[in-house]
DNA sequence: AGATAACGTGAATGATAATTCACGAGTTGC
DNA sequence: GCAACTCGTGAATTATCATTCACGTTATCT
């Protein structure tokens, strides 16, 4: 059921695994409480469900961007205005992601962990290892490290423009204006990015 | 009462506010739930003070190291150095701090985004501003934006080094031994930071 | 010592919300 | 038409705490 899932996210991202309201849910989805039961175990199985949904959609919205071969540049760039767009539109997924990284999660963590970050860390592995090799890149670390480091600011960066702490704390570092004009914070990102790797 | 805000601070760095147990803070602090209400309002407002009372620890020992004038790089290494340490020593701190971005706290989340994030970003930004000028950086762009960026790095180092989530997600991204290394970590880190700065 | 106040206690209360289940309503097959 | 079955309903049940408060216990003062 298509609209439950919505409204599941919806409200997971609003309030948080906790706090959300199977009842509140249910009306969200205009279905009653009952329903929710049928197709899953308790609360945990939806919201486990709802996250796993969530990502897949993110994954899909990144899959063809990254799988596009060629100049690393262009590859980066697209990634970043993907991502801030994606962010920007969708910001419940990204709620739910940082939701994950919170207490109330902990049991899930390291299973969710792998199923999420292990697919990224290899392409970003990868792709700063050819770029280490064709010499394109001055930064000569470990592309593992750089991969993670690049992830963490992309993390960061998605998290800035859809979970509320970070989008204050992105204003108090950067401006007001800055949460309306996302295009240049995503300019200046490329240009950050682009120092480290030395384009 | 020292013990009962030590108490609280385990406890919610471990189950997060709303899983958390006023009964079993009372216990861990070997004092009765009533207690508790002698001194703070309810469970929000005991929260908020084991919160406020982590930050401030954490800010005590990250004062001492920024305050300390002259070199950009000793800075630098010095404050790696230091968060690392801090987070592997005192996790629970910034379990607290990661928890006050998650859905339960959005309530919260302008009003201690203020108060938690102003000072690094004025410090940060000037840090740059100065290295900028005396041209010992080769990033020219805007100097809040490096502050910013520079900061999103520090916090997921700090949350990669406790919190259960990002913890098993460095892991994924640099291998299972990077745990037990945080130096190595810290050193790699440290490199990758002067490279943007071009030192 | 006795009075008074300050401090602490933890069982009782009440609210909230997850989960269940006895009961329709609609659908399919014969 | 009528079983048999699927799908959905939402009031009732139940568990879990946050919060309160009537009652001890200890400390202070005269």
Redo the contacts between chains.
């Keep these: 059921m298509q609209r439950l899932m919505e409204a599941g996210i919806e409200e997971?991202?609003?309030?948080?695994?906790?706090?959300a309201a199977m009842s509140r849910i249910a009306d969200r989805a205009k279905v009653s409480v009952g329903v929710i039961y049928k197709y899953y175990e308790d609360k945990d199985d939806f919201f486990l469900a709802c996250v796993q949904h969530s990502l897949k959609l993110l994954e899909n919205a990144m899959e063809q961007v990254i799988v596009m071969e060629g100049n690393l540049e262009n590859c980066i760039e697209n990634l970043v205005h993907t991502l801030i767009r994606e962010a920007k539109e969708h910001p419940a997924y990204y709620?739910l992601y940082?939701?994950?990284?919170?207490?109330?999660?902990?049991k899930y963590?390291?299973e969710?962990?792998?199923q999420i970050?292990?697919s990224a860390?290899k392409v970003y592995e990868e792709l700063f290892r050819k770029a280490q090799e064709e010499g394109r890149m001055?930064?000569q670390?470990?592309s593992?490290?750089?991969?993670?480091?690049f992830?963490?600011?992309l993390?960061?960066?998605q998290?800035s423009f859809s979970?509320?702490?970070?989008?204050?704390?992105?204003k108090?570092?950067?401006?007001d204006e800055v949460e309306h004009h996302p295009e240049e914070?995503g300019e200046?990102?490329i240009?950050?990015v682009k120092?480290?790797l030395?384009v």
Tied chains: 1, 2.
């Design positions: 997971f991202a609003e309030y948080g695994l906790d706090r709620v940082n939701e994950i990284t919170s207490g109330s999660c902990k963590a390291k969710l962990a792998k970050e292990s860390s001055a930064y670390g470990d593992k490290m750089m991969a993670f480091f992830d963490n600011l993390m960061m960066l998290f979970c509320q702490y970070y989008k204050e704390r992105m108090i570092f950067c401006g914070m200046v990102f240009g950050f120092t480290v030395g």
